[in-house]
């Protein structure tokens, strides 16, 4: 009877094994929302992926003229736009306008840093946003999901600094010129 009991036993474990994988390897469809968030920022990440990162996600609006980071202070989400525009701004002069598809505390996220800018909506805007903690307790029990997080911070942070130098390489060329 023992050895019977242990057949069960392996039999019950197989199938619940069985059953999980069939699970977690079925397809999925994401939303129309939640496909367009994924070609704008998160192109490496899978499908599957990006349901298990949005079920920690909610999605937040900001009305024109509203300043949902405040510089100086604290972060203690991670955002990413939507839909709308914002503004960076340090000193009430302008840095760079933020579309949709890139983040909001990115660099308070990987540094822990308080915000090095105003961030003021242009229009009505729409974006997602995880809260901090959360996000990297998570991350931390998955490390594939951060690798592909980080990999999708580094492109937009590239992408910053790209947008950036070109900026201030057009602003020296327009100095020059007055010259």
């Not at 949005?54 to 949902?68: D, H, I, N």
């Not at 983040?103 to 800018?117: D, K, N, Q």
Request: proline share 4%; glycine share 4%.
């Amino acid at each position: 009877m023992a050895s019977i009991y242990w057949n069960l036993a392996f039999t019950a474990l197989n199938i619940y094994w069985i059953c999980r994988l069939l699970l977690e390897r079925r397809p999925v469809k994401l939303s129309a929302t939640d496909h367009r968030l994924c070609e704008l920022v998160f192109r490496t990440m899978t499908p599957r992926e990006m349901i298990t990162l949005l079920k920690l996600a909610t999605w937040e609006s900001a009305e024109a003229g509203e300043c949902f980071v405040e510089r100086g202070k604290p972060m203690d989400r991670l955002m990413v736009i939507y839909s709308g525009k914002a503004c960076a701004e340090v000193d009430g002069r302008d840095v760079t306008e933020l579309q949709p598809g890139h983040f909001i505390g990115s660099i308070s996220y990987l540094t822990e840093e308080t915000a090095p800018a105003n961030v003021v909506a242009l229009e009505p805007t729409r974006y997602v946003s995880w809260p901090k903690s959360k996000l990297k307790d998570f991350m931390n029990k998955n490390p594939e999901l951060h690798s592909a997080l980080k990999s999708t911070l580094a492109i937009d942070l590239t992408r910053w600094l790209q947008a950036t130098w070109a900026r201030g390489a057009r602003e020296n060329a327009t100095r020059t010129d007055r010259v």
